[in-house]
């Protein structure tokens, strides 16, 4: 199953083990969150890189290190409970980890990590957010 079809919500079919099973917009959603705050080097997307300060660390109950891990994305996203939640805890560790610059960052790294749902869609992070209900401060 190519992980990136996780990100969307939809049946899938894993041709190995010949199983079907549905992701939820929510198990969707925090897929996608997964692989913007750890990266996908296929994607050629850096995710928060060099990892979160300490006090960010201390929060979500990881170690601090260079970077970033399964262990610590799964960590951040742990106890979230809607889309909403997930976002924001993105939004919490681009903005620790890019400061002014993490919007702009995280529009571009989500961008190669969405699959597009309907024909010529443009993703845009700004959008998603206002959709969600999700505020933030805009450089713009």
């Known amino acids: 199953v190519d992980k990136d ?3 969307t919500p939809s049946r ?7 199983q079907e099973y549905d992701i939820t917009p929510f198990e969707a959603t925090r ?9 996908d080097t296929i994607d050629n997307v850096r995710g928060l890189g060099h990892g979160l300060s300490k006090e960010l660390c ?26 909403k939640e997930c976002f924001e805890r993105v939004i919490e560790c681009y903005k620790d980890v890019y400061k002014d610059e993490w919007l702009d960052k995280l ?10 749902r309907v024909p010529n869609e443009d993703y845009s992070i700004r959008k998603h957010f206002d959709y ?5 401060e805009d450089n713009e």
């Open 58 to 83: 201390d929060k979500f109950g990881v170690r601090k290190t260079n970077g970033i891990g399964d262990v610590t994305a799964t960590a951040i996203l742990a106890n979230c409970q809607t889309e």
């Open 12 to 18: 899938i079919y894993n041709y190995s083990t010949e």
């Open 107 to 116: 529009q571009f790294e989500a961008y190669p990590l969405r699959m597009q």
């Open 31 to 39: 897929f996608f969150c997964y692989q913007i705050i750890l990266g």
């Open 5 to 7: 079809s996780l990100t």
């Open 132 to 136: 969600l209900g999700i505020e933030y």
